[in-house]
């Protein structure tokens, strides 16, 4: 699938920000067997003093701006085309849970995509006995099985609801009030899984939405997505999983980051220098591009 | 002991070994198995000895003293919060005889090299995980494994520079290394104090005895700090949590000592991928940053997002390669207690060498057989998280020893291994030797560790030849850590022969610059004006309030026209006159304190005493003191420690920016005190004395006597403290002088370019210099006291932003 993608991030400060430094974590990279990026542009109102992107330890693309004057706003603006296509799942080749220990201590490396990575429990996503018992309960199998049940139990068992968490959510925190959005049963699902033993991390990104049958897309109306991606063994590697969905990702997943939970990807971070509070505001789309046929 | 030596030693004129009873199966440092001193103790103890307890004790105490009036002091956290407590020294040194100092220093100088390749591997090419010598996951799952920095290669060419190391000696005799500090490691400057303190006591033993100096090895590590700043730019700076942080005693101590800049995060910013600190003269780069902090907060856009002391993007000035942290951010991996268990693969694999100094056994239980081990030996054992950086005596919370364990918790510990054995380390359970201290006159055994410092230089590491021990204060070897009460007691490394005298002090063939300390950060200055002004309106309110107290003493009626007009004017300021010591004066003063405290790098010792002394007075005597005569006499006290602490700043700082800060914030608040108590007393409805009042609060009794022939009055009043020059508790003297002083600020928007707060000091000194008497109403005062208010707004502006 190929689609165009506009991201538009706004923060409005109450009072007058003076200066500061972020780091934006919006750009989709090309990642091999998953989706293209054909073009990419990423711009900032008011311009920055300065600007430099690098590529993080996971590699995702990182742009980090500085802004010396005071400004009352800042609007973040980012389009992309992308093409993605990710494979059919195949046959369900993974091990079981015991045996993929095994085949994890087997792995040698540090580079960025080793499972080791994605193990150990982090900020968000601390491992949790409630949700490792809740956990529990997909076991017994494949760890793809176990992933995929896993996955459609969270979607089964809690409630979508935007206004009962925040950002800064802890998974242990969602779990307990059985609400909150696609961070909260991300970070659930990756506590879970590390529970268990198995290794789990967290991908931001973007979801085609498809518009009740009828009715014209909505422009903005998309948001930003995030679901799953789980260390199947030393054969399968990483699956993706969309918690929210209850389905494994899809050619309608468009990746921007992964890391080991949402404050690795988060859109932007950095501190404001301004003694009043700020509101932020997103509007994504996510728009399928027909070629036509020369 | 056995009973020979009780026979050889009877007839001493003090015989301090009478009482001493090492501990059987546990070395002691001083005696030997049979009870007789070691030979490097021998001249010692002798010594002691000589001195008798009368006059030992009379040394001991001047080592206390020493400590108390250099006013230092380590911060604990307990139930009650943070306190600061006074160094807790053990006035015997420890003495190790020079050669086993040599073999020490040499297992240690392999160590800190195995470190520097084994991180210098573990955050680039990573050969030691492939080779399956080092677990993937036990590195992964470290929160000291820092992501943002892998692949980064230090600017300086290594990850360590300062490192230090904890040593016990164990029941064969050998040392063993407990602990690694690579972080940040705390203490040199305590073993600095201690080694001054212990040696106030003990000078013309210490004369006597060859002890190796401790100062070269600092002047080696600030050169060498001042040799990877050449070339850059960019200056050398300390990098502290703030004066919360439990040693921000010694950061301070070691900046004043070393003469490098002490900074907190907040003072730095990173512009154009450099690091800078934010100085009066603008922004400086810092190239060099010997950071007291750990890593994980230096930078809370890309390390801990939570943390409130950091600089953002210092990772990315890093990145750049702008700056070298000593130590690199991530080098606090090497502290976890499980690396340990690897440390003689790893040696064998990059040095092809076996450790010269062993550490205490240890093993990770996240593989099968070490786990096997260790739950079959689990009664020698001390058991511990794996990925703890912290010193296992010291962390009594999670570390448990397999012996004390009841069978329940016995049988649960064991669960928890058999599941997440990677979570935990069993290590040997270590028996420390001992060591004498001196109680109530007689010497006694008290387990110790050793802790160990070195630098790298330009021609490798150099090892503090000293540090400090630490000190059980009871037999029991775990309650040695300094936050729950230890003590701490100097090392003194012994030779046979005369030892080198080093000083930081230029020697004569070093070639000599003057430089000039050119950069004052914005937030020392902001504390120096500000201390200035406290210091300033504590001796404003405590003559106004003598004044008040010695007509009350007289008059004993506070209703007196007089008595109640001051009581009216000072108690919107928090000032009540009704209790002899007022609330709104003791947090004035401790506000000095708090901006003192801030920047305890800039202050000599003697100031730092002088203000506390003052602060300790005033609390006191708000407890003891009453109304009219009593607070009279205690206002006088407080004049005089206040002017005693003036003089010392004013006698002894060196004039240059920090100095003309305070001065300014001095004399702000002096003309705004005198201009506002001046349009309160000289007013056309001020009660009967007015007058002559405002001349005892302006200290100008006796020069109004001399230059009028006449009885105070309004005009001679206003002309002796508003409009005299030469008196300086007047007016135009405070005008002038901060023309003076805020004409050679650095300047600000170009050099030739008169600063906003330059020009409204020269029209404000101008406006006054030409006035009379009769022009000076209580409005025009009032409305003065305010204009110099508004000085410091504008000096704010262009030099605290």
Same mark, same amino acid.
């Given at each position: 699938m190929l689609y165009d993608i506009r991201l538009n991030l706004r923060y409005d400060y109450d009072a007058a920000a003076g200066g500061g430094r972020h780091q934006v974590h919006v750009l989709p990279p090309t990642i091999s067997g998953v989706q293209r990026v054909i073009a990419a542009s990423l711009s900032f109102a008011p311009s920055p003093s300065e600007r430099s992107d690098f590529s993080d330890f996971f590699g995702n693309s990182v742009t980090s701006i500085a802004f010396r004057d005071v400004h009352d706003?800042?609007?973040?603006?980012?389009?992309?085309?992308?093409?993605?296509?990710?494979?059919?799942?195949?046959?369900?080749?993974?091990?079981?849970?015991?045996?993929?220990?095994?085949?994890?201590?087997?792995?040698?490396?540090?580079?960025?995509?080793?499972?080791?990575?994605?193990?150990?429990?982090?900020?968000?996503?601390?491992?949790?006995?409630?949700?490792?018992?809740?956990?529990?309960?997909?076991?017994?199998?494949?760890?793809?099985?176990?992933?995929?049940?896993?996955?459609?139990?969270?979607?089964?068992?809690?409630?979508?609801?935007?206004?009962?968490?925040?950002?800064?959510?802890?998974?242990?925190?969602?779990?307990?009030?059985?609400?909150?959005?696609?961070?909260?049963?991300?970070?659930?699902?990756?506590?879970?899984l590390r529970g268990l033993g198995v290794p789990a991390g967290y991908v931001s990104g973007f979801l085609r939405t498809i518009p009740p049958r009828g009715k014209p897309r909505l422009e903005g109306a998309d948001a930003m997505h995030a679901w799953v991606k789980v260390w199947c063994g030393r054969d399968t590697g990483w699956q993706e999983f969309d918690p929210t969905n209850g389905m494994r990702a899809s050619n309608d997943h468009i990746t921007v980051g992964h890391g080991r939970d949402y404050s690795d990807v988060a859109p932007i971070v950095g501190v404001l220098k301004t003694t009043g509070g700020q509101v932020g505001e997103q509007a994504v789309d996510v728009i399928p591009v027909v070629l036509e046929k020369t | 002991?056995?009973?020979?030596?009780?026979?050889?030693?009877?007839? +001493? #004129?003090?015989?301090?070994?009478?009482?001493?009873?090492?501990?059987?199966?546990?070395?002691?440092?001083?005696?030997?198995?049979?009870?007789?001193? +070691? #030979?490097?103790?021998?001249?010692?103890i002798e010594a002691l000895e000589n001195l008798g307890p009368e006059k030992l004790a009379q040394r001991f105490a001047r080592a206390d003293q020493y400590l108390r009036d250099a006013g230092v002091y380590y911060r604990v956290y307990d139930k009650a919060g943070a306190n600061e407590r006074e160094w807790p020294l053990a006035h015997v040194p420890l003495l190790i005889e020079e050669q086993e100092w040599a073999d020490i220093s040499a297992g240690l100088v392999q160590r800190a090299e195995l470190f520097e390749e084994t991180i210098a591997d573990i955050y680039g090419p990573n050969r030691l995980i492939e080779k399956g010598i080092l677990p993937a996951g036990l590195i992964a799952a470290s929160p000291e494994y820092l992501r943002p920095v892998v692949g980064i290669r230090p600017a300086s060419g290594h990850f360590l520079h300062f490192c230090a190391f904890e040593l016990g000696r164990g029941p064969d005799g050998r040392w063993w290394v407990l602990g690694d500090r690579t972080q940040a490691p705390s203490g040199a400057g305590f073993a600095l104090e201690n080694r001054v303190a212990t040696t106030r006591a003990l000078s013309d033993i210490y004369g006597e005895m060859h002890v190796h100096r401790l100062a070269g090895f600092f002047r080696r590590f600030r050169d060498a700090l001042n040799g990877m700043a050449k070339g850059s730019g960019g200056r050398v700076a300390i990098l502290t949590p703030g004066p919360l942080n439990e040693t921000y005693y010694e950061h301070a101590y070691i900046a004043r000592y070393l003469g490098i800049m002490l900074l907190e995060g907040e003072d730095l910013t990173v512009s154009g991928g450099r690091l800078m600190v934010r100085t009066v003269s603008g922004l400086m780069p810092v190239s060099v940053l010997w950071r007291r902090l750990d890593a994980a907060f230096a930078d809370p856009l890309e390390l801990r997002p939570d943390s409130q002391i950091g600089t953002p993007g210092l990772v990315e000035a890093i990145r750049r390669g702008a700056v070298s942290a000593v130590n690199a951010l991530g080098s606090g991996l090497m502290e976890t207690r499980a690396l340990f268990a690897f440390l003689p693969k790893i040696s064998r694999e990059l040095r092809n060498e076996e450790l010269l100094l062993p550490s205490v056994a240890t093993w990770w239980c996240g593989r099968d057989t070490e786990r096997a081990h260790v739950l079959a030996n689990i009664d020698r054992m001390v058991i511990g998280p794996a990925l703890s950086t912290r010193l296992a005596f010291e962390d009594d919370e999670s570390t448990r020893l397999g012996s004390a364990l009841s069978a329940g918790e016995r049988a649960e510990l064991i669960a928890q291994i058999e599941r997440d054995g990677g979570d935990f380390v069993g290590q040997e359970a270590v028996t420390l030797s001992t060591t004498p201290v001196y109680v109530g006159g007689w010497l006694e055994p008290r387990p110790a560790s050793l802790r160990v410092y070195l630098a790298r230089t330009p021609e490798g590491w150099t090892v503090m030849p000293g540090g400090f021990a630490r000190v059980g204060f009871s037999l029991d070897p775990t309650a040695l850590a300094m936050q729950r009460g230890g003590q701490a007691a100097d090392v003194w490394v012994v030779s046979d022969r005369p030892v080198e005298r080093e000083t930081l002090l230029p020697q004569e063939h070093d070639s000599f610059t003057r430089s000039m300390p050119g950069s004052l950060p914005s937030r020392s200055a902001e504390n120096l004006t500000w201390l200035g002004r406290y210091i300033e309106r504590s001796e404003d309110t405590v003559r106004i309030l003598r004044a008040y107290h010695v007509r009350l003493a007289e008059a004993s009626d506070p209703d007196m026209p007089l008595l109640a007009d001051i009581r009216d004017y000072l108690e919107p300021f928090g000032i009540d006159t009704a209790t002899a010591i007022p609330l709104g004066l003791i947090g004035t003063l401790d506000s000095a304190v708090y901006s003192a405290g801030q920047i305890r790098d800039r202050f000599s010792p003697d100031g730092w005493l002088a203000l506390k002394d003052l602060s300790k007075t005033i609390h006191q005597f708000a407890t003891t003191v009453a109304p009219g005569d009593d607070a009279t006499r205690a206002m006088t006290v407080i004049l005089r420690k206040l002017a005693g602490f003036s003089g010392l700043l004013h006698e002894n700082m060196y004039r240059f920016t920090g100095w003309r800060f305070l001065e300014i914030g001095r004399r702000l608040e002096r003309g705004i005190q005198i201009a506002r108590t001046l349009a309160r007393l000289t007013r056309a409805a001020a009660p009967d004395g007015a007058l002559d009042m405002m001349l005892e609060i302006g200290d100008s009794v006796m020069t109004h006597r001399r230059q009028y022939p006449v009885q105070a009055g309004r005009r001679t009043v206003i002309d002796l403290l508003v409009l005299d020059p030469l008196n300086p508790r007047s007016i135009l003297f405070q005008l002038e002088r901060l023309k003076a002083e805020i004409a050679l600020l650095p300047s600000v928007g170009g050099e030739g370019h008169m600063s906003p707060a330059a020009k409204e000091i020269l029209q404000l000194n101008t406006a006054i210099a030409i006035k009379e008497p009769s022009d000076m109403t209580a409005k025009a005062l009032d409305d003065l006291a305010d204009e110099i208010g508004g000085l410091y707004n504008s000096l704010a502006k262009a030099y605290f932003g």
């Open positions: 706003a800042l609007d973040i603006r980012m389009s992309a085309r992308v093409a993605v296509s990710r494979p059919e799942p195949g046959l369900d080749v993974s091990p079981d849970i015991p045996r993929l220990r095994v085949e994890l201590d087997a792995v040698r490396s540090l580079s960025p995509d080793t499972p080791h990575h994605f193990l150990a429990a982090s900020d968000h996503a601390g491992v949790d006995a409630a949700i490792t018992s809740y956990a529990q309960g997909s076991a017994g199998r494949s760890v793809v099985g176990t992933a995929m049940d896993l996955c459609s139990r969270i979607h089964r068992d809690f409630t979508y609801d935007g206004k009962a968490t925040t950002v800064r959510t802890r998974a242990s925190d969602a779990f307990s009030l059985k609400r909150g959005v696609c961070q909260d049963f991300s970070h659930i699902m990756i506590a879970g | 002991m056995a009973k020979g030596n009780h026979e050889k030693i009877r007839g +001493r #004129p003090h015989n301090l070994l009478e009482h001493y009873q090492p501990i059987d199966g546990v070395v002691d440092e001083m005696v030997d198995a049979s009870g007789n001193p +070691r #030979p490097v103790w021998t001249n010692f």
